[in-house]
């Protein structure tokens, strides 16, 4: 007991919560350690609060006794939360308000972080209550709405959310809401909430949208744009726009209309990680020309198709690279990687595009003859196979390969017979997943340790 406090915040970082939490029994003096001072950012206050749409008198009850025991502990509690978890389904506005009243101003005023999930709720009158309350959080910085399903009325009106200090915002796609926040930088959710910032963005430096149809001087100074489409216009106007560019994903894909669109990246001088799905243009040809971006080390060309070499071309700083590979591009695609690329740590290859194989189906077919030049590439460390077709024999007689690699992922491919025979090569870990189970990533959303 006689420690400094911060030996012991170093003590309790080594411990787990479940066992933190114990050690806040022990005394009075560290109770207040954990949960009166900055120690406490380790725990989140989560409430979680459920009624029926039609409840009986028994469960009406129930919701009530629940709902009046978390506003007899928030009344009751000296502890000083900077993480605010709410979820709420089929609350009334009523019931809202009275348990919002009791966390504000004594929860938060202290938070940093507020996530406010919302199921089957009657009005946006809870949103209208947050946009009043929100800008009389003073050390607010992280607002999350991830989850806000409203039955809107006909005559709704856009809400606007103001804070003179949130950085980070996550929004529920379908959320008709505008955000004024000038502190503002990092954004995920509906485009349309950015239209209407009257001050711009100056310290906006992450955007994840569906569309992009804001004006894009607004986002000079962005520098991580994931976006699901892309048009001709939109495309070309981020490349003269958005020169600050460090990193352009496009979940789905672009579509090109004219055959010079493509050049106007070169413009993104800045960027260093470019993926998209696939390119969709209108019955001509195009090339992809890379080789000037010489800060550009990620590429993920998705399930484009490139039936000639030339229409590709590449920075020799490319460390990691996803390239769709098919029966008649593969000799002179693999030639190209290993003669061009030999900075490459992390190749890629997608064979096709449909994990549900048909029966007969030949295509997708790994030439155990091409791959063998993989080992020029002497810095690679990860290669993976995706929707590929694999003969039993094919990793052997690698040794060079196989010896330098230390992970080999065999992803959703199909095995002639039995699955393929690997070489015994210590330090090498190797990844399968079958087609026939596709498992989604997953993402916390929040990485801090919780408290209930």
């Known amino acids: 007991d006689l420690l400094p406090e911060e030996v012991l915040c170093m003590i309790f970082d080594l411990l787990r919560l479940e066992y933190v939490k114990n050690a806040s029994l022990t005394c009075r003096r560290w109770n207040n350690i954990i949960f009166l001072g900055p120690y406490v950012k380790r725990f989140q206050f989560k409430i979680e609060l459920s009624n029926q749409r039609n409840p009986t008198e028994d469960q009406s009850m129930y919701f009530k006794r629940r709902m009046q025991n978390v506003v007899d502990y928030v009344n009751h509690t000296k502890r000083c939360y900077r993480q605010l978890s709410l979820t709420l389904e089929s609350i009334e506005p009523d019931y809202f308000q009275s348990i919002w009243e009791c966390l504000h101003p004594k929860v938060t005023e202290n938070i940093y972080s507020l996530k406010l999930s919302l199921y089957d709720v009657d009005s946006q009158d809870t949103i209208r209550l947050l946009a009043e309350t929100v800008p009389l959080m003073p050390n607010l910085r992280s607002l999350s709405i991830p989850r806000c399903y ?217 030439d155990k003859n091409k791959i063998k030049a993989l080992h020029n590439l002497t810095q690679l460390k990860e290669l993976t196979f995706e929707v590929a077709r694999l003969y039993r024999w094919i990793f052997i007689d690698m040794d060079d390969l196989m010896h330098q690699l230390r992970v080999l992922r065999l992803w959703l491919c199909k095995h002639d017979g039995d699955g393929p025979v690997f070489p015994m090569v210590a330090n090498l870990t190797i990844e399968e997943q079958t087609p026939w189970i596709c498992e989604e990533d997953s993402c916390s959303e929040d990485s801090s340790e919780e408290y209930e």
């Open 150 to 366: 409203f039955r809107y009325p006909a005559d709704d009106q856009t809400i606007v959310l103001r804070s003179s200090s949130v950085q980070c915002v996550k929004l529920e796609e379908r959320m008709k809401i505008e955000i004024d926040m000038p502190e503002l930088e990092s954004y995920e959710g509906p485009p349309g909430a950015l239209r209407n910032q009257p001050l711009g963005f100056d310290k906006l430096k992450h955007v994840k949208v569906s569309e992009f149809y804001c004006n894009p001087c607004q986002f000079r100074n962005v520098e991580t744009l994931i976006v699901y489409n892309l048009t001709d216009a939109r495309f070309v106007e981020i490349c003269n726009t958005c020169t600050a560019l460090k990193e352009l994903r496009i979940w789905h894909r672009i579509d090109i209309a004219y055959p010079d669109t493509l050049k106007q990246i070169t413009k993104l001088s800045n960027l260093r990680r470019l993926s998209f799905r696939s390119i969709k243009r209108k019955g001509f040809d195009f090339c992809l020309d890379l080789s000037d971006l010489s800060q550009l080390e990620d590429v993920d060309l998705g399930e484009t198709v490139f039936h000639y070499v030339k229409q590709i071309r590449l920075p020799k700083t490319i460390r990691y690279l996803r390239v769709r590979v098919t029966d008649t591009n593969q000799n002179e695609l693999i030639q190209y990687i290993t003669g061009s690329l030999t900075q490459l740590k992390k190749l890629w290859l997608l064979y096709g595009v449909d994990p549900n194989w048909r029966r007969g189906n030949r295509n997708g077919s790994v």
